[in-house]
């Protein structure tokens, strides 16, 4: 295999996961603080989806650190296409979950529950507007 910037197993790869987890729960931190978070299925979905990738990060990020302790290669095909598999999974997840947020052009089952939410903020209309094909 090609050497890469960011392959499992190495330093940049440690560094790359290490930032992923970083951010994801720097992330879920700040929709957490703030109010009344709960009441909207969309934040609720997007903070259980950074939660996944969190974990999924944290998890490549131990075995970067066993390989790397261990000076085991991990440029096997088979683990190299789990790791995009689960790569890609937990960025269409986060995709999901970031177009279910009013500010962008939601999914119609994603504002089912937050219609009075959104009719106190007054973008009721533009949430209804923007969905439609």
Known sequence: MRELV??????SGLM???????????????MVSAMGFSTYTA?????????????????????DVYALSLKRNLQ???????FVVGDWVTATLSLA???C??????LPFCYERD????QKFKC???AVDSSSP
Do not use: D, E
């Not at 994801?24 to 700040?30: M, Y």
């Not at 096997?76 to 789990?82: K, M, R």
């Not at 947020?101 to 939601?106: A, C, G, K, T, V």
């Open 6 to 11: 960011g392959r499992p197993g190495t330093v």
């Open 16 to 30: 790359l996961r290490i930032g992923q987890c970083l951010f994801g729960a720097a992330s879920i931190g700040v």
């Open 43 to 63: 934040f609720c979905y997007l903070i259980a989806s950074m939660g996944l990738q969190v974990m999924w990060s944290f998890g490549l990020a131990c075995l």
């Open 76 to 82: 096997n095909p088979i683990l190299v296409s789990l």
């Open 97 to 99: 979950a970031c177009k």
């Open 101 to 106: 947020l009013p500010i962008s052009r939601p």
């Open 115 to 118: 219609l009075g939410c959104l």
């Open 124 to 126: 009721i209309s533009h």
